[in-house]
């Protein structure tokens, strides 16, 4: 059990980890690439760690002779080899499905396997890569994931939902396909790492309206890249900030790609005070810091074209809603309940305990803001980061403090979590 006690104002400069996806995709895509590839800046967490064991297993040769600089000695576009025991990709989503993607044209076969959340949820990779030929086996759609490599033919493939990582698990696969290009459609924009990272290496791939396509690749260039920080782990300390009279915080070098920002034009036109300034690009990623300062808030609605630019934002949301005058509401969120909770349910318990006025719908919630600081008392992260962190802001706003359940669920994104909020609060 933690506690986080009321806090008065966040106060300083910060840094935090690099983007957890990038870390991610890097890594895998290193493991195929040609000679070593260089990842700076990378933020090791166990999310991230589970990408670099995942390569290690595969063959691939991973080494940190500096802190935070992880070098890669890759295989080749098709050289993975299969490992004796299954790859355990533990909590990381990204990890099972965007290397099923790989997997899917290399020879042999490879089982991955996850903890008990991942096991829970759906894989969604297994039907496109069945398409493209590869034989994909799961537990009624489900992990554990049994992949088998072919020869893959492109496919034109339509996504039933905004994903992100059944978007770059096609995308992957289409690089090792034969005899055109592999084409994804998407309605509703997701997150494009994996898009930028793939012309950054100069890799064929193009996006017109609605439709990427992506070439096979006869290689791959060895990575040389610098990883910014994760808007994702920023966002605590915006929504903090904001709620917190007399808070002035600087967070350095975040990675603010607008299909992961929506949570700061949300903020916006709430009346949030959020500023970036130092822009700059790192291997296609447009980097800023940014600079909060206490606001008060007006209620806002969330409709379903939004939710996939803040889809792991909306948990701080319902916080942030909770001060705003007036009623919010998150509408097409249904992502939520395949998360590693279902965070609809956790987030309106969780909240609900501490005070706040917040009902859950089937694809969202409804909370209805007061400009004060909610009671406080106990609350569970069910085993998620996210919650976990949720609760640790909750603490800092409350007028009473938050008690935390296995808050050390922090540590699947952002070890050293507690230690730096604490560091920068003012009492």
């Known amino acids: 059990m933690t506690r986080v006690e009321p806090a008065a104002a966040l106060v300083g400069d910060i840094g935090v980890p690099a983007v957890k996806g990038i870390c991610q995709r890097g890594a895998l895509l290193a493991a195929i690439a040609d000679g070593e590839s260089e990842l700076r800046n990378f933020g090791h967490a166990a999310d991230t760690d589970a990408a670099l064991e995942a390569v290690r297993a595969l063959g691939a040769d991973v080494s940190e002779h500096e802190p935070g600089t992880v070098r890669i000695g890759g295989r080749g576009l098709r050289g993975l080899v299969p490992p004796e025991a299954p790859i355990d990709c533990g909590n ?85 396909a034969e005899d055109g290009p592999t084409t994804v459609l998407e309605r509703s924009p997701s997150r494009d790492h994996t898009e930028r990272l793939l012309r950054s290496l100069g890799l064929r791939l193009t996006r017109a309206g609605a439709e ?62 959020i500023a970036l300034f130092n822009r700059r690009s790192a291997n296609g990623e447009p980097v800023a810091d940014l600079e909060v300062r206490s606001a008060p808030l ?83 992260s069910s085993g998620d980061h996210r919650i976990a962190m949720l609760g640790a802001v909750a603490g800092a706003v409350s007028k009473e403090g938050v008690e935390i359940e296995d808050a050390q669920a922090v540590a699947v994104s952002f070890p050293g979590f507690f230690e730096l909020l604490e560091s920068v609060t003012q009492r």
Do not use: C
Not at 110 to 125: A, C, I, N, T
Not at 223 to 229: A, F, H, R, T, W
Not at 308 to 325: M, Y
């Open 92 to 176: 990381a989503g990204t990890v099972l499905r965007l290397l099923g993607g790989i997997l899917a044209g290399q020879d042999g076969r490879f089982k991955l396997v996850g903890d008990e959340s991942l096991s829970s949820r759906p894989v969604r990779v297994d039907e496109p890569l069945r398409q493209m030929g590869a034989r994909v086996e799961t537990d009624h759609g489900r992990p554990p994931v049994l992949v088998e490599g072919a020869r893959l033919r492109p496919i034109r493939y339509e996504l039933p939902v905004a994903s992100a990582q059944l978007k770059s698990s096609v995308l992957l696969a289409g690089l090792l």
């Open 298 to 380: 007006l209620a806002t609605t969330v409709v379903a074209e939004e939710v996939p630019r803040l889809v792991d934002e909306l948990p701080l949301f319902a916080l942030a809603a909770s001060h705003a005058r007036g009623e919010s509401v998150v509408k097409g969120a249904q992502e939520l309940r395949v998360k590693e909770t279902d965070r609809i349910e956790t987030v309106t318990n969780s909240l609900r305990a501490l005070g706040v006025r917040i009902s859950a719908s089937e694809d969202g919630f409804r909370i209805r803001g007061v400009p004060a600081r909610p009671r406080g008392g106990v609350m569970a």
């Open 212 to 273: 990427i396509r992506v070439w096979p690749a006869e290689r791959i260039p060895p990575l040389s890249l610098d990883i910014p920080g994760d808007f994702s782990s920023a966002a605590p300390f915006l929504v903090a900030g904001t709620l917190l009279s007399g808070s002035n915080l600087r967070i350095h070098d975040v990675d603010v790609n607008p299909t992961r920002t929506g949570l700061l034009d949300v903020l916006e036109r709430m009346g949030a005070r």
